[in-house]
């Protein structure tokens, strides 16, 4: 008999606080979203809007992830739901420990939990890093430019949806959002791509039915 030596791959400790992340959401049948864009992209003010949208069908928690700051978590808890705040001190990025760490301290129920990680404001390293989420949503406002998926693409390859923000906007910039899918799909053909505005509303419906159908598989 042929003797092959085996190695195993040892998991470093951020990919294992990632898999205990994973275990935990699955036995409390909760999904949990890492939301990565840029700082003012409108991450904090999506969710103002979606989560109010979301309210009765899920039961929503967010982490808040700033560099500095409770501001965020502040205008978060107004809407009455279980916020926690993780303050980097310069990090920018989330780490998978400390985001479990947080989740065992909430009140997740059995079933309908909806967890979102607002990341910190960046488009590259957050992308780097598996925090135990069920999948990264790319935030990207239109005041950013066309050309930033094609210059971030590995947010864009790893998420599961963009959400193109601040569309209102659009009549007062130069801008077209077939651009941005064009260059979208040229990262990750099969992305799917609402466009929203926090501000107005319009949007949140089509994207508060993609968040639903993600609790299909329980
Ligand atoms: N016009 C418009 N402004 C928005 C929209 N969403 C966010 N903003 C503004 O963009 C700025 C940054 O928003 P914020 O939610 O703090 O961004 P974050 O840093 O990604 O969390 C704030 O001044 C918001 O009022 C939108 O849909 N339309
Ligand atoms: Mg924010
Ligand atoms: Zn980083």
Avoid at 151 to 171: C, G, H, M, W
Wanted: net charge neutral.
């Amino acid at each position: 008999m042929m003797n092959i030596k085996v190695y195993k791959n040892i998991l470093s400790a951020n990919e294992e606080w990632a898999k205990k992340t994973r275990e935990l959401l699955s036995n409390k049948k909760t999904l949990m979203w890492n939301i990565i864009g840029s700082p003012g992209a409108g991450k904090t003010a999506l969710l103002e809007r979606l989560i109010p949208a979301l309210d009765g069908r899920l039961s929503c928690f967010v982490l808040e992830g700033d560099v500095e700051t409770t501001n965020d978590a502040e205008r978060l808890a107004r809407l009455n739901i279980d916020v926690r705040q993780i303050i980097t001190h310069g990090a920018c990025h989330l780490g998978a420990e400390t985001i479990y760490k947080a989740l065992s301290e909430l009140a997740l129920p059995g079933d309908g939990g909806c967890v979102f990680v607002e990341n910190v404001g960046n488009l590259v390293c957050p992308s780097e890093f598996d925090i135990g989420e069920n999948g990264k949503i790319a935030v990207l406002s239109v005041t950013e430019g066309e050309d930033k998926p094609l210059k971030y693409p590995l947010l864009f390859r790893e998420a599961k949806a963009v959400i193109l923000t601040k569309i209102d906007l659009v009549p007062h910039l130069d801008v077209d959002t077939t651009v941005y899918r064009t260059n979208i799909q040229k990262i990750n053909a099969k992305l799917p791509v609402f466009e929203v505005s926090a501000r107005r509303g319009e949007g949140i419906e089509n994207l508060k039915q993609w968040f639903l159908s993600g609790f299909e598989k329980y």
